[in-house]
């Protein structure tokens, strides 16, 4: 069944630019019924919405952290990956990536991320 | 951009009926979706849409929406169900992001 990893480096400094990768199997990212998103959760706290993007690259980014990060896709290795820019302490957290489907319906629609990686804790920290 | 707002934590007897609930402007338009969470683990999603459950999850989870209120109701709470349950929707900003909820943490008696 499809399965997401999150890899990348556990400690970034203060300034420095977070960097992380999913990596997707048992089923292609190129498929056109889902996005594929970012998704955060500092200790203790609840979770953010950081970004998702098509297979195609076309990107959602949170308003809030819009100037800072950058998501893109490469479909050839079947990944994904985060870049968050300047990070501080509060960047401190556990970074989930997730399939992200849109279901529609009549008029509306409802966002669901149904298959979630095991998450990787990054800490920023000098 | 909007908000979605849960008590931050609710309670229940075993075999129990509970309703966890999320408010926001944002679901006047759009449906929610409800992620279960235990520690350390990554989330589940239980419902999304109209009252929609993914394979493997039980019929005892259901949702419902009114008006800017989405909830949740788990009818026969069992122990293994006590954790933390988020919604999220769409934003109603029309800027295409998503927004979850603080979270209610629910612990079965």
């Known amino acids: 069944q499809l399965q997401l990893q999150e890899s990348g480096p556990g400690l970034v400094k203060p300034s420095e630019t977070l960097s992380l990768t999913c990596t997707v199997s048992?089923?292609?990212?190129?498929?056109?019924?889902?996005?594929w998103g970012w998704i955060r959760q500092p200790p203790g706290k609840g979770l953010e919405w950081i970004g998702s993007?098509?297979?195609?690259?076309?990107?959602y980014y949170n308003p809030s952290l819009k100037s800072r990060v950058t998501i893109s896709v490469d479909t050839s290795k079947n990944q994904f990956s985060l870049k968050l820019s300047s990070v501080t302490a509060a960047d401190t957290a556990v970074y989930y990536c997730?399939?992200?489907?849109?279901?529609?319906?009549?008029?509306?629609?409802?966002?669901?991320?149904?298959?979630w990686g095991q998450g990787t804790m990054v800490t920023v920290s000098s | 951009s909007s908000e979605l707002t849960q008590d931050p934590a609710v309670s229940v007897a075993l075999g129990q009926t509970v309703r966890i609930t999320c408010q926001g402007d944002?679901?006047?338009?759009?449906?929610a979706s409800w992620y279960q969470q235990k520690p350390g683990q990554a989330p589940v999603l239980v419902i999304y849409?109209?009252?929609n459950r993914p394979s493997g999850i039980p019929d005892r989870f259901s949702g419902s929406s009114s008006g800017n209120t989405a909830s949740l109701t788990i009818t026969g709470a069992q122990a293994e169900d006590e954790a933390d349950y988020y919604c999220?929707?769409?934003?109603?900003?029309?800027?295409?992001?998503?927004?979850f909820g603080g979270g209610t943490k629910l612990t079965v008696l």
């Open positions: 999220n929707s769409r934003d109603s900003s029309g800027n295409h992001s998503v927004v």
């Open positions: 944002s679901l006047r338009s759009y449906y």
């Open positions: 048992g089923g292609s990212i190129s498929s056109s019924s889902y996005y």
């Open positions: 997730a399939r992200h489907g849109i279901y529609y319906y009549d008029s509306s629609l409802s966002d669901a991320f149904d298959i």
């Open positions: 993007i098509y297979y195609s690259g076309s990107t």
């Open positions: 849409g109209k009252n």
